[in-house]
DNA sequence: CAGTATGTTTAGTATGTTCTGAATAAAGAG
DNA sequence: CTCTTTATTCAGAACATACTAAACATACTG
């Protein structure tokens, strides 16, 4: 028996399977490369830490894919390098919890697509005001949408400083969350 | 001069071009297609209706490009038909309010995208719950990704159903909103 | 009705993205 | 130091998507 019995991943499971597949699918309607999202998704049913190897072989797709998935997924705090006694290699785990993933993607891409996107309507709602002969009309919906945009942005901002327990609290409230707010707010 | 005297849309304003290049870029990291973001920023910030050639004319795009972007953004509720006196051709409107368009385009992507995926979590937790041999780990991801979804999207429900009014008055609420829950639910 | 304006569909092209295999780099073992 | 294992980078192939122009369909005009 060689030293390193390597890269002895048993195949998924049907169940894995269609989870895996689905989830790569999902992936690619909100721009999230299709191999990113199946990286993920098996190394978030996982029991153990994954090494890149087995991870191309289990999805059958070559190591320099899932080397580059690997990495983008770190990119995104998601999935972070482990490594296993006497062996070598890297090994990956994803983030465990559910809320805790969904915090980390929301405020990743927030930081990303959202914020970028405030600082490009200020300068519009800047430009437009500046500007006499401007539109007043689009001068109106630009600031609409940046006010809404600012707000939304904010309240996302503080949700997702919610720690997973007091989320699970807010849940529990189902159908009374509106109401309440919406007596406050009254 | 000629009975119609049509298409003499002026070119976009230098902000409105800005807007409507960013809406384009967000709209391809979102999974939509540039032209179809674009046609609806254009439309979003015109202060009248649209024919389709003014808007292949400004966006420097295809008709066969624009009547099919406009098919979509119809089949999301957002962009309408309408009728200008003496007219023939179809004139286009977006929704105007932002928190509408927002609301209409989030209940429709839960409807295609998040509900099918409940139902295939559903049956992952199904089948996996159904094989004794099958790993009791994986049972265990699949049923927190199960839960998970299936509250947020819950609570989703709830928020899309607020009138643009009530969403006003929780916006105010900013820095209180949390520890509001927080404390009914903790 | 013939002619024209308008709108949609389609087949092919162009563009952009993802994926692979090979080359390269880096690091550990002997 | 050399050989092996592991990881990354890169150029191009394969694939997917978006876009155009042309053909087609519809419906209005005179």
Redesign the interface.
């Known amino acids: 028996m060689s030293v390193h019995t390597k890269t002895t991943q048993s195949p998924l499971?049907?169940?894995?399977q269609?989870?895996v597949l689905?989830w790569g699918e999902?992936g690619?309607?909100?721009?999230i490369n299709r191999t990113v999202a199946q990286v993920h998704a098996l190394l978030?049913?996982?029991?153990r830490p994954l090494p890149a190897d087995e991870i191309a072989e289990t999805l059958a797709v070559a190591r320099s894919n899932v080397s580059t998935s690997l990495r983008e997924l770190q990119g995104w705090r998601i999935v972070r390098v482990v490594h296993v006694l006497g062996d070598r290699r890297d090994h990956f785990e994803s983030i465990?919890d559910?809320?805790e993933i969904?915090r980390t993607i929301s405020e990743e891409r927030k930081r990303r697509?959202i914020d970028p996107?405030l600082r490009?309507?200020e300068?519009?709602v800047q430009?437009?005001k500046a500007?006499p002969h401007?539109?007043a009309?689009?001068r109106e919906?630009?600031t609409?949408?940046l006010e809404?945009?600012t707000?939304?942005s904010?309240?996302f901002e503080?949700?997702i400083?919610?720690p997973a327990g007091?989320l699970?609290?807010?849940?529990?409230?189902?159908?009374k969350?509106?109401t309440?707010?919406?007596k406050?707010?009254?």
């Not at 978030?44 to 029991?47: D, E, G, K, M, Y």
């Not at 699970?168 to 159908?175: A, D, P, T």
């Open positions: 499971t049907p169940v894995a269609k989870f689905h999902m690619t309607r909100w721009g978030f049913i996982s029991p465990k559910v809320w969904f697509e996107t490009v309507l300068e519009c430009e437009v500007n401007g539109d009309y689009t919906r630009l609409d949408m809404f945009l707000a939304m904010g309240l503080e949700a400083r919610m007091t699970k609290g807010v849940l529990k409230l189902r159908g969350v509106v309440m707010l919406g406050k707010a009254g």
